[in-house]
Structure formats: C-alpha cells, structure tokens
C-alpha cells in the first residue's frame, strides 16, 4: 500500500479520492482549502474534498497558504509520502512542496494536454465546439499544468454540456489513476514531455463571457450556452430583464424555415419547440429552456403557457 497525500477542492476531485479508498489505497492526509463564506447567511461552509474524507476518516489539512509555509512542509516530511496526487486543487505547489514525495506529485487535468493548460479546460473545450476532450494524469512541474504526462484517457464532446463533461471527466480521472497506480508504484510508466508549440490556454470564465451575440452563427451560439451551463450560465437581455439561456439548438437557415431575414437578436417565432432568434450568417438559434428573475429555469414550452413574446422583439 502506497502512503499517498490526496489535494484538491471542489467536486471533481472526489471521485479519485473515493476511488483511491475503494482501491485499497486510502491517503493518509487530504489537503483541501480552508472553510470558506457562503450564501446570504455567509455561513462557513466546507469544501467537497473536505466533507468526503472526513467521510472516509482522512485526516484533512486547510493552510492558507503553501509558498514559505514552513509548517506545512515539515509536516509533509514527517510524513513520508510515496505519492502526491492532486486534483483541482486550486493553488500553485511550491517546489520545496513538489519534491517531498518519493515518486513525485501527480496531477489530474481535465484536458487533453498540451492543450488547454489553465482554470477552465473544461469550459473552454464546450465554448470552442471541439469534438472531443478528455483527461490526463501528469507528472507536477513548477510551470502551469506543464509536466510531462503519463497517461490519457478520451470522450466526445458532441452536444454535452459543461456540467455533464464535469461529471464524466472527474470519473474517467478516477478510473485513469486506479489503472495507472500500479506502473506509478513500480516506477515503470512512461513520461512523455508536453510539445510547446502545441500548447492552448484555457483561463477562467467570468459571467460577462457568457453574454451571447447573435451575431455570431447557431452554432457558435449554441456552443457557449452549453459551455456555461450550468456555470455562470449564457445570459441575453428581454425587455430589460436579464434572461439566463440554459439550452438551446441551431433550427437552421431562416429561409429553409420559412422565416424573415431579420436583425440579429430578433425574435422570428415563438411556439413549444423554442423561441427562434435571427443570428449571424442568416441562421436562426431556437431557446428552449430560459430563465428570468426570480424565477426557476424552465423550458419554453412550459414558460409559453403563461408567458407570451412578441414577435419582433429583440434580445439583447
């Protein structure tokens, strides 16, 4: 059994935790982020990683800072960990924190690196319309999500959204880590050094990002309502009111369906299948579940039988 240290934050990074528990290889230390604010109340909340070891019984450490923490890494030396392994942890190991482990840190990045280093891989590969993404377990260096990798595992993107992609990725990481453990232990996986002139960047997604212009074609559109679904969701203005898109399809050229050219932005049609907006390239996009303030998400078809827009509106 491998004395494994475990770090990370948020949702994604408890499926590895659980599965190296299932495994047999329980961490001997989860280190998560410190209990932070939340909500209204601003009532102290704990993060995923740290609610599901303590559920496992791993002892969890929160510092607030890495970089200089002599503390902390005299307490990882004592330790003596074979192996770190680290998934959205959300800070930068230090290389005194790097070279403690004897077999070194390993990092679960949700992207098929060299491609989309960064905060938002997962986003940015929906935004872009890529055809597939995946996950890969590399080896930690000093430089943003550039150690050589060891492994990768793949899925398509198709019409998934960022949420569902979330979900998938954080299993296929965990499934990629069980499989990989046993060469990690030995010493006898391969390492194959990222190619830089391959290199994307994937940063951080802000709610401003997720304003759509219709100008652009459906399908552009449609990609960046799935990429920030469910997070911070794509956005679009009505009647003065800011209207969250959660879903929405490419319906087609106006024309093949009947309908006016027009601005882009303008609603054409209105019925249980969508509400069809003129976009770029003379295409229509059809909204089908939308969100207005103060109210829940709802698909069109349910929001039209008490709701009505005028045809001719326009969004934006």
Not at 32 to 38: I, N
Not at 117 to 146: C, F, N, Q, W
Not at 182 to 200: D, I, K, M, Y
Not at 219 to 239: E, L, M, Q
């Amino acid at each position: 059994m491998l004395k494994i240290v475990y770090m990370g934050t948020p949702d994604f990074a408890v499926p590895a935790l659980k599965a190296l528990a299932a495994a047999g290889e329980t961490p001997v230390l989860a280190v998560t982020k410190p209990d932070r604010p939340k909500d209204r109340g601003k009532k102290m909340q704990s993060c995923p990683v740290k609610l599901a070891a303590q559920l496992l019984g791993i002892p969890v450490e929160t510092p607030e800072k890495l970089k200089n923490n002599r503390e902390f890494e005299e307490m990882l030396r004592a330790l003596a960990p074979d192996l770190m392994v680290v998934a959205a942890y959300g800070k930068i190991l230090p290389k005194a924190v790097l070279d403690i482990p004897r077999l070194g840190c390993i990092n679960i990045h949700a992207s098929l690196l060299p491609e989309y280093r960064g905060a938002a891989p997962i986003h940015r590969a929906v935004i872009d319309g890529k055809e597939e993404t995946g996950v890969s377990l590399m080896y930690m260096a000093e430089a943003l999500d550039a150690g050589d990798v060891i492994a990768q595992a793949k899925t398509p993107v198709a019409e998934k959204t960022t949420e569902m992609l979330f979900d998938e990725l954080a299993q296929l990481g965990a499934k990629l880590l069980i499989e990989t453990l046993p060469a990690l232990a030995a010493g006898t996986v391969t390492r194959t050094p990222q190619n830089e002139s391959l290199v994307t960047y994937a940063p951080m997604v802000f709610k401003e990002d997720g304003i759509i212009d219709f100008s652009m074609p459906a399908r552009k559109i449609c990609c960046i309502i799935r990429g920030f679904n469910s997070w911070p969701t794509a956005s679009t203005v009505y009647c003065g009111q800011v209207m969250k898109v959660h879903m929405a399809k490419e319906a087609g050229k106006a024309a093949d369906l009947g309908l006016p050219a027009a601005a882009p932005g303008t609603v054409l049609k209105a019925d249980k299948t969508g509400i069809y907006v003129a976009c770029g390239n003379a295409e229509v996009v059809a909204l089908t579940n939308i969100q207005l303030p103060g109210k829940k998400a709802m698909e069109v078809s349910a929001w039209l039988l008490g709701n009505k827009i005028e045809i001719g509106t326009v969004l934006g």
